[in-house]
């Protein structure tokens, strides 16, 4: 695994109007491949995050950088998945997904042959003219992740993709794109608040802080998960999880106290 | 089973004419209506007046819709211009605009075109609120969703802002078409020489009840059957939206 710095978070800092500090002086750096993980307790500004490296946000404080390049905007090398509701209602599932083919100019006939495969990536044949509010909640977070990896991005960020999704689903969402980033190797982001879903998605473990957020903790996970797996029968992945779950859990007392 | 009410209402009516109860002197019985209706129809009388009275709704209501939209969207996304419209949008509100008629008479002259503008501008405020509130209301993530996918802030009007305001901006329009028919009848009745308004003015004038309920109940069909058509176009056009009735 190549290990050149990709993504560095420097000193990162946020806050809404008067008050409200989502970000302070946080560090975190992405080596290109790696698949990322960030839990921690429900506004600790993890999502603030994303939206940083997406370019929809400017820190208040401190610089990120892809490439050694500063953010300064979104762009179309950053993909992102957002918990639900993105994508263009009036668009069918195909055009969804070719929406940002259309945009680069794509040719018609290639565009049609990229979103023919991508369709068949995330299993959605047969649905192809369908309107979002026609599909379960599944298909949609199907529909959006393809229609960021159309797009081609050199780093997929995820913001809960799957946290409105039943545990069945979700799971099946999981592997599937497990599996689409070990065949394609992106360095992937992926936010979200579910323990064991941070274990079994991420080669690295990021734990924040409550508000403010900050880095935590950062854990990498020493064994690979496959397909399928029974996690509950890995006592490997039991114990990072019980690790990580009660480095979260002291955040969230905190938060109470 | 939609339409048992609406029987019902009809045959009340020529039930109370036949009675004596409703004289003819107060209200024509549907029948004599009906009757009156069909020879206007047979004479062909009534279709160059028809022709006449949509010219100018449909002209009023095309640059009224265009000119909504248009402000209406650019006011949800650049303050400056919400600043500088609003307080105008909020005072015409109110305005009566048939009450403006003879202002634009003196203006424009007694013709088509001070209807069609008092027309358009009644269209325009219906068109401009439904558009300002489609594209506030557009989800800050299929925004950003767009700009993540490539598209430029220039194009995002065309790609997101417009389709996202459109169901909204349609719904603004159906209000905006009945208004049209109101303005365009009340202006005819004011002056002029041909058009629905003219006909029921100048029949009613010269007390050929009959004839001036005919036209009524013409305008009624039609403003009718537009509006269902209208909302049966949209579902076909906007399959994508769940539209109200």
């Known amino acids: ?257 | 089973m939609k339409i048992v009410p609406l029987l019902l209402v009809v045959m009340l009516w020529q039930a109370a004419s036949m009675s004596g109860l409703l004289p003819a002197a107060v209200l024509p019985s549907f029948f004599a209506v009906v009757v009156a209706l069909l020879s206007l129809v047979k004479s062909g009388q009534i279709f160059p007046h028809t022709a006449a009275s949509f010219l100018r709704a449909g002209t009023g209501l095309l640059i009224g819709t265009v000119c909504g939209t248009a402000v209406g969207l650019a006011m949800a996304r650049f303050r400056p211009v919400q600043r500088a419209v609003e307080p105008i949008l909020l005072s015409i509100y109110p305005v009566p605009k048939p009450a403006l008629i003879p202002l634009f008479m003196v203006w424009l002259g007694i013709g088509d075109l001070s209807k069609i503008t008092v027309i358009a501008l009644s269209c325009l405020v219906p068109v401009m609120v439904s558009a300002f509130n489609g594209a506030r209301s557009v989800d800050e993530i299929l925004l950003w969703s767009a700009r993540a996918r490539g598209t430029t802030e220039y194009r995002l009007w065309w790609r997101v802002v417009l389709p996202a305001a459109l169901p909204q901006v349609a719904t603004g329009v159906r209000a905006a078409i009945a208004i049209a028919l109101i303005v365009m009848v009340s202006s005819e009745f004011i002056s002029a020489e041909h058009g629905l308004g003219y006909l029921i003015f100048t029949y009613g004038g010269v007390g050929a009840d009959n004839a001036m309920m005919a036209v009524v109940l013409y305008l009624t069909a039609i403003g009718f059957l537009i509006d269902r058509a209208y909302v049966a176009g949209l579902r076909r056009l906007m399959a994508w939206h769940a539209f109200a009735h």
């Open chain 1, 1 to 257: 695994m190549s290990c050149a710095l990709y993504l560095r978070l420097q000193n990162v800092g946020m806050r809404f109007g008067e008050g409200v500090v989502a970000l302070d002086s946080l560090d975190l750096s992405i080596a290109e491949r790696e698949f990322v993980t960030i839990v921690g307790p429900s506004g600790c500004g993890k999502s603030t995050l994303l939206y940083l490296v997406g370019g929809f946000l400017k820190p208040t404080a401190g610089i990120l950088t892809l490439r050694g390049n500063p953010i300064v905007g979104p762009g179309a090398d950053r993909g992102i998945v957002f918990q639900r509701y993105s994508l263009f209602p009036w668009l069918t599932v195909r055009r969804n997904i070719s929406y940002g083919l259309e945009e680069l100019g794509v040719p018609r006939i290639e565009r049609d042959r990229i979103v023919a495969e991508h369709v068949r990536l995330v299993h959605l044949e047969g649905f192809e003219d369908r309107y979002p509010r026609e599909l379960s909640g599944g298909m949609q977070q199907r529909v959006a992740l393809a229609q960021t990896l159309v797009c081609q991005p050199d780093i997929l960020l995820m913001d809960e993709p799957f946290g409105a999704l039943d545990a069945q689903t979700r799971r099946i969402l999981q592997d599937e794109l497990r599996r689409i980033w070990l065949r394609d190797t992106k360095t992937v982001l992926f936010v979200t608040h579910d323990v064991e879903e941070a274990v079994a998605l991420g080669t690295r473990i990021v734990v924040m802080s409550t508000r403010p957020g900050r880095v935590k903790e950062v854990i990498r996970r020493e064994f690979d998960v496959s397909d399928g797996e029974d996690f509950e029968a890995n006592p490997q992945f039991s114990a990072l999880k019980l690790r990580i779950w009660h480095s979260v859990k002291k955040e969230v007392e905190a938060v109470r106290r």
